[in-house]
Nanobody, 123 residues
Framework: QVQLVESGGGWVQAGGSLRLSCAASGYTYGMGWFRQVPGKEREGVAVISRTGTTNYADSVKGRFTISRDNAKNTLYLQMNSLKPEDSAMYYC????????????????????WGQGTQVTVSS
């Protein structure tokens, strides 16, 4: 079992930046950020393997950067040039199974989830 705790959400004006963090209680292989707004399905934002392979949703490419510190069991999401449509509850997710190739943005591949941190971007 892996416990995940997110932090770093908040309110920011459009064009601003926020950095999310996710502390894991133990070893993980794949980790990712997902987001959800009320009435919509949860969507993948960015994922990263333990070896540093990344995958991003088209909507955030060039603006968001996912990274991780394996020694600290911590995942990060640097969000720049934020837009009002980025407003959502952001969730950290993880798995422990080793995989090859590009990590997927499918929430079905991640059995462990945090409680979420709210990001609000005002116009």
């Amino acid at each position: 079992q892996v416990q995940l705790v997110e932090s770093g959400g908040g309110w920011v004006q459009a064009g601003g930046s926020l950095r999310l963090s996710c502390a894991a209680s133990g070893y993980t292989y794949g980790m990712g950020w997902f987001r959800q707004v009320p009435g919509k399905e949860r969507e993948g934002v960015a994922v990263i393997s333990r070896t540093g392979t990344t995958n991003y949703a088209d909507s955030v490419k060039g603006r968001f950067t996912i990274s991780r510190d394996n020694a600290k069991n911590t995942l990060y999401l640097q969000m720049n040039s934020l837009k009002p449509e980025d407003s959502a509850m952001y969730y950290c997710a993880a798995d422990r199974l080793r995989f090859s190739g590009l990590p997927t943005l499918s929430q079905a591949d991640f059995p462990y989830w945090g409680q979420g941190t709210q990001v609000t971007v005002s116009s």
